[in-house]
């Protein structure tokens, strides 16, 4: 009861976490690919915290920021603005990362109770199961009046960790195939913010 209660909440949280993610990003790549303005995008990006794909423009927008001070500065070599296209680079490697486990979070936990829920009902009917036996052999009758009610109730335990485990495996798959499709996004974006870079910052 505990597992299912919890990966109901999960279960809850996720879907429209994942949801409002998947929105907000769509939102902003129709911004991003239609705005001629970086620091309108990063306004825009702004509002909408719930999308990874902002969070990694913003990553990128920032460390930008600071190369463009620099190069105003009087760095603005060749060789120094490879070193730079790799510092963003990283820049949106890790936030990539970062998101990736932010959006992971808790799902692990459904994939927990899909594997062990079946094994805890299983170990309580096997449990009652030897209860019902053990009155079985203190009351020295064995007719289907005296078995059946505790094998009955045994054979509960199992069924709970069954409807536990079911809408767990079945929402861990549905959240880990979402998940997946925002990190290609997220990975395809990155790429395409580092190409802008170089066709339109690199001399």
Known sequence: VFFSLVSWYIIGYKFFYLHKAQSESDEF??????????????????????????????????????????????????????????????SLERTVQSELTHLESMVPFLATTGSAAPFVGLFGTVWGIMNSFRSIGEQGA????????????????????????????????????RIKVLHSEMEAFSSDFLNIIKRHFIK
């Open 29 to 90: 790549l129709e911004n991003f690919w239609h705005s001629k303005k970086l620091e309108h995008i990063y306004e825009v990006a702004e509002g909408l915290k719930r999308s990874p794909i902002s969070q990694v423009f913003k990553a990128g927008y920032i460390e930008l920021t600071k190369i463009e001070k620099a190069k105003a500065g009087g760095r603005g070599d060749q060789a120094g603005w490879l070193g730079d296209m790799q510092s963003i680079e990283r």
């Open 142 to 177: 064995a007719n289907l009046a005296t078995v059946a009610p505790g094998i009955a109730e045994a054979l509960i335990a199992t069924a709970i960790g069954l409807m536990a485990a079911i809408p767990a495996v079945i929402a861990f798959n549905y959240f880990v195939r």
